[in-house]
């Protein structure tokens, strides 16, 4: 696509406020999340082919978006951002997910928005969206990128670095490049967005 459709871009947009308004709360996040959306700004990458998909833990996401739908300015707004763009989301669980009995199989998704294989194709960054039922973890990773998470609504994160520790609605984590790092959750869903800078293919 040359030119990014409105719904998309507001997406962005207001992710990058959410980040940019706490950015001073969690050092690295704003030079990170930069990197993000100045690529953003400079190119379009072209439009996702893919057929959108539901798993079952998408029954907790209409409880997350009313949870950010009470958090502080701008998270409603970007919740409602969300919500616009869910329809043409493909969830995915995680890849080493198997149904092994245990509430991660069925209480996990990820969706990209940017990326490869995301709405926008593109293979310098990755922009995507997290969902936990109540009551999982998400199990220790790591990754090169480093990666800076906006929470919406619920979970507790952890990383090599620091201890769990719950943002709440606006609250930012930042996740150095290949450091360990987890989610979990306990009464309320969590849902957060993620950006992590790939760099120049």
């Not at 928005?113 to 997290?130: Q, Y």
């Not at 609504?153 to 520790?165: E, I, L």
């Not at 606006?170 to 800078?197: D, F, K």
Request: proline share 8%; with cysteine; aromatic share 8%.
């Amino acid at each position: 696509m040359t030119h990014r459709d409105t719904k998309l871009q507001i997406f962005y947009d207001f992710t990058e406020t959410a980040i940019s308004r706490r950015a001073e709360t969690c050092a690295n996040a704003g030079p990170a999340a930069k990197l993000v959306f100045d690529a953003l700004r400079s190119s379009v990458g072209g439009q996702g082919n893919f057929a959108p998909k539901r798993l079952p833990v998408c029954d907790a996401l209409e409880s997350a978006l009313r949870l950010a739908g009470t958090g502080p300015v701008p998270i409603p707004e970007l919740a409602a951002a969300l919500n616009d763009l869910s329809p043409r989301l493909q969830w995915k669980r995680r890849n080493s997910s198997s149904p092994d009995g245990t509430s991660f199989h069925d209480g996990h998704a990820n969706a990209l928005v940017a990326g490869p294989g995301g709405l926008e194709e593109r293979e310098d960054l990755w922009v995507g969206i997290s969902l936990l039922a109540p009551h999982v973890r998400y199990p220790d990773h790591r990754h090169r990128p480093e990666e800076v998470y906006v929470s919406l609504a619920g979970g507790a994160w952890w990383n090599a670095n620091m201890d769990w520790t719950t943002p709440g609605p606006s609250g930012l984590i930042y996740n150095e490049p290949n450091v360990l790092h987890a989610m979990r959750t306990e009464e309320q869903p969590l849902l957060a967005i993620w950006c992590l800078w790939v760099g120049k293919p």
